[in-house]
């Protein structure tokens, strides 16, 4: 921990720099589990896309970034709800990055990583989330064996529909404090530990912070509200600002 004090005027400001862990919580599925029964939402329609401009403009991204990621042998799929678009998520093979924390990394072979997913605004409430995992994992690729799939700690809707979908929880990965890929050590990470090695991930027995929003370095924009207010401190990223007098 790292602590500054600044005084410019008649008070003070004590610095104090947190040397927190970063978490999200993974989450796997194996062709080898039983799919749990989903509901459909009324007017639900999915489908792999490759329609660039369709895609650009629901991910909120570029065109040139949409076909990279097509390149990069990712699939995009779509669910629509009365043919309009409601939510999209994106399928890696081979190589994946989870830009939360910053890791690039290769899959095993017949692994698939699934990644930003998002559901348009109207649309939320419906059950489209895990209806549309469902629809991955039974039709996204006839060679996957295995899927993994991550969310914020204190993404309470995210949590919700990946467990609805089926998916195992594994444990809280977390970069380090030596910016080392990390994963807690418990009964079914090490069972995944093969896996979980060859992804560069490795086991600690270190506790993973529980706030992502406050702990991320990486994280472009953060709520005003989070687990700081509710201990009484300011969140300002890897940091926290106490004034005193």
């Known amino acids: 921990m790292d602590v500054i004090l600044n005084c410019p005027g008649t008070g003070c400001i004590l610095k104090i720099k947190i040397n927190k862990t970063i978490a999200m919580s993974l989450y796997t599925f194996s062709h080898a589990d039983k799919l ?33 990621r097509l390149a990069n042998d990712n699939t995009a799929f779509v669910a629509y709800i009365n043919n309009l678009p409601a939510a999209f998520g994106w399928m890696a093979r081979d190589n994946a990055k989870i830009g939360e924390l910053n890791h690039e990394f290769i899959l095993p072979e017949g692994n698939r990583y699934l990644w930003n997913f998002r559901t348009i605004e109207a649309y939320k409430g419906l059950g489209i989330y895990p209806a549309l995992l469902q ?13 993994w799939i991550i969310h914020a700690p204190e993404n309470n809707a ?3 529909g990946i467990l ?12 380090d404090e030596n910016e080392t890929p990390t994963i807690e050590s418990n009964d079914t990470a090490l069972a995944l530990w093969e896996q979980l090695e060859y992804m560069d991930i490795t086991l600690s027995s270190q506790p993973a912070a529980s706030c992502w929003n406050c702990s991320s370095p990486y994280l472009k924009k953060r709520n005003l509200e989070c687990c700081c207010s509710t201990a009484g401190n300011e969140c300002i990223g890897n940091s926290m600002l106490t004034t005193i007098s």
């Open 135 to 147: 629809y991955i994992l039974q039709n996204g690729d006839s060679d996957a064996s295995r899927f």
């Open 164 to 175: 609805k979908a089926g998916f195992d929880y594994v444990g809280k990965l977390y970069i």
């Open 36 to 68: 749990t029964s989903v509901k459909l939402p009324a007017g639900i329609r999915m489908e792999a896309s490759t329609d660039i401009s369709m895609l650009s403009i629901l991910c909120n991204i570029k065109v040139e970034d949409v076909t990279k």
């Open 158 to 160: 995210s949590l919700r």
